[in-house]
C-alpha cells in the first residue's frame, strides 16, 4: 500500500494527463500519415514504465474512456479494459527490468500484443461482430472463409496487427526514455527500472 | 471552458439542462440495455424508443446522426460482408457468383450493427449534451477522488494544445526535407522524427504543471470547494432512481431471457 501511494506522486498524476494527450496526439499524427498502425498508447507504457504497472493501467483505462466521453473515437471505449493491461504490463516488464535493453524491449512489447490481441478478440466478437471495418479485416474474411469461428478470426487480425504496433510501441518509449535527462527521470518513482544505475564516480 | 476539446457545444435545451449525472444513468441505461439484452432487434427498438426522442428532445440529431454514420458504416459493410457472406455452413438465403448470404450471418450481422449503433451513438449522445468539466465537478461532489477529475479535465484541455505542437513539428520536420508523403517506408521513417520531439517537449510541462498543481493544494487531503455550482430540479434525483431501477431490471431481464 506505502508503495502504490509512492507510484502515485505528484509527478505521476500530473504525467498521467500529459500521456494520455500524446496517446491521442500521436494516434492521430499515425492515422493521418496513413502508416498502418495504431502507436496509440506511447504514453500509456511511458507511464506505466516510469511509474509502476498501476499508474500504467489507470492511464490506459481512462485513455480509452477519454476517446469515448469526449465523442473523439467512441468505438475505443469498449476497449479501455485492454488498455489498462497494456499499461499493466509496461509496469511489470519494467520491474523486471526489460525496459534496460532494446531487445528486451522490443520482445515486451511483442508480448503485450499478443495479450492485448486475445483480450480484445472476445470485446470484438461481441460489440463489433468481430471486425474492425478497416484494412486487417481481410485476415478476418480469410479465416472465416476457412470454417474458423467469429472470435478465432478476430484474434487472428489482432494477432496480425497488435504485436507489431506494441513492439514499435515499446521500443520508442525505450529510445524516449534513454533520450530524457537523468534529472528529469529521477522524478518518477520507478526511474531505477529503466536505466542502469550510474557508476559511483 | 476555453478551448477544450470536446464535442460539448452550449445549445440550449431541455436535455443540456439536466445534472450530468442524470445524463450519465441515462447513457449507461442505454449501453446496458444494448449490450445485455439478446436477439438482433433489442438495440434497433432502444434505438427508435429512446435514444431518437432523446436526441430530438436536446436538439442534436442531425449532428449525432452525421457523427454517428461515419463511425457505423465501416463496421456494417465489413460485418455484413465478411460474416454474412462467409459464414461456415448455415442456410444460403440469396446466392451471388460462388458466395452466398447465410440466415445466421445475416442474423449475426444484424445483431452486431444494432450493437454498434447503440454503442456509438449512446457516447455520442452523452458527449455532445455534457460539459466535461460540469461531469467531473458532480461526481466529486459524490465522492470521486479530485485527482482522478483532474485528470480527466486537464486531459481535455491539453489535447487541443498537444495537436497544435504535432502540426507545429510536422511542419518544421517537411521544412528540413522530412518525407511525409510517397511510399510506406517513406512515411514509416518520418515516424520518428515526428514522435520523438512531440513527447520530448511535452514531457518538459510535466515538470512545470507538478509546482503549480502543488502550488494550488493539489496534494492536500482536505475538503476543498469548487468554483462551479451545478443546479438541479428537484425532480431529477428521482428520475435518476428510477433510471437505476430500469438498469437494474433489463439486467435481469437479459438474464431471464438467456436462461429461458
Same mark, same amino acid.
Do not use: C
Given at each position: ?32 500519415? @496513413?502508416?498502418? %498502425?495504431?502507436?496509440?498508447?506511447? #504514453?500509456? +507504457?511511458?507511464?506505466? *514504465?516510469? /511509474?509502476?504497472?498501476? $499508474? ?47 531487445? @528486451?524491449?522490443? %520482445?515486451?512489447?511483442?508480448?503485450? #500484443?499478443? +495479450?492485448?490481441?486475445? *483480450?480484445? /478478440?472476445?470485446?470484438? $466478437? ?76 | ?260
Amino acid at each position: 500500500m506505502a508503495e502504490l501511494k509512492e507510484d502515485f506522486s505528484t509527478t505521476t498524476w500530473v504525467m498521467i494527463p500529459v500521456a494520455i494527450a500524446i496517446n491521442i496526439a500521436i494516434g492521430q499524427l499515425i492515422f493521418a500519415l @496513413k502508416i498502418p %498502425l495504431y502507436l496509440d498508447s506511447i #504514453g500509456t +507504457v511511458l507511464v506505466g *514504465i516510469l /511509474a509502476g504497472p498501476w $499508474a500504467g493501467a489507470l492511464t490506459g483505462l481512462l485513455s480509452n474512456l477519454i476517446w469515448g466521453l469526449t465523442g473523439l473515437n467512441v468505438t475505443y471505449a469498449p476497449f479501455a479494459a485492454v488498455a489498462a493491461v497494456i499499461g499493466l504490463l509496461a509496469g511489470l516488464f519494467s520491474e523486471a527490468g526489460w525496459i534496460r535493453a532494446w531487445w @528486451k524491449a522490443i %520482445l515486451s512489447g511483442v508480448i503485450t #500484443g499478443l +495479450v492485448a490481441a486475445a *483480450i480484445s /478478440a472476445p470485446i470484438s $466478437a461481441y460489440v463489433f461482430g468481430g471486425v474492425t471495418g478497416g484494412g486487417t479485416d481481410v485476415i478476418v474474411a480469410i479465416f472465416r472463409s476457412f470454417g474458423f469461428g467469429v472470435l478465432p478470426a478476430s484474434f487472428a487480425q489482432g494477432v496480425s496487427s497488435d504485436p507489431l504496433d506494441k513492439a514499435i510501441t515499446f521500443l520508442v518509449v525505450y529510445l524516449i526514455v534513454q533520450a530524457l535527462p537523468l534529472r528529469f527521470l529521477a522524478r518518477f518513482p520507478r526511474s531505477e527500472n529503466v536505466r542502469e544505475e550510474p557508476e559511483p564516480a | 471552458m476555453a478551448e477544450a476539446f470536446s464535442l460539448y457545444t452550449g445549445q440550449e435545451s431541455l436535455i443540456h439542462k439536466l445534472h450530468p449525472l442524470t445524463k450519465l444513468t441515462l447513457a449507461a441505461f442505454m449501453l446496458v440495455g444494448s449490450l445485455a439484452l439478446p436477439g438482433p432487434w433489442p438495440t434497433y427498438i432502444l434505438f427508435i424508443a429512446v435514444l431518437v426522442p432523446l436526441a430530438l428532445l436536446a436538439r442534436v440529431f442531425p449532428r449525432l446522426l452525421s457523427l454517428a454514420w461515419r463511425v457505423v458504416l465501416p463496421f456494417a459493410i465489413s460485418v455484413f460482408l465478411i460474416q454474412g457472406f462467409l459464414w461456415p455452413g448455415g442456410t444460403p438465403l440469396v446466392a451471388i457468383g460462388p458466395l452466398s448470404l447465410k440466415r445466421e450471418g445475416l442474423l449475426f450481422a444484424v445483431t452486431s450493427v444494432g450493437r454498434i449503433l447503440m454503442v456509438v451513438t449512446s457516447f455520442l449522445w452523452f458527449a455532445l449534451t455534457t460539459r466535461p468539466d460540469l461531469l467531473m465537478t458532480s461526481l466529486v461532489q459524490r465522492g470521486l477522488p479530485s485527482n482522478l477529475a483532474y485528470i480527466i479535465v486537464a486531459t481535455i484541455q491539453i489535447i487541443p494544445r498537444f495537436q497544435q505542437r504535432a502540426s507545429t513539428i510536422l511542419d518544421a520536420q517537411r521544412a528540413r526535407g522530412l518525407e511525409t508523403g510517397g511510399n510506406l517506408l517513406q512515411r514509416a521513417r518520418g515516424v520518428l522524427p515526428l514522435v520523438v520531439p512531440l513527447i520530448l517537449s511535452s514531457l518538459v510541462d510535466v515538470e512545470e504543471r507538478a509546482l503549480a498543481v502543488e502550488a494550488r493544494a493539489f496534494s492536500h487531503p482536505g475538503k476543498k470547494t469548487s468554483f462551479i455550482e451545478i443546479a438541479e430540479s428537484g425532480w431529477e434525483p428521482l428520475l435518476r432512481w428510477v433510471v437505476i431501477i430500469a438498469i437494474a431490471a433489463l439486467i435481469g431481464l437479459s438474464i431471464w431471457l438467456r436462461t429461458l
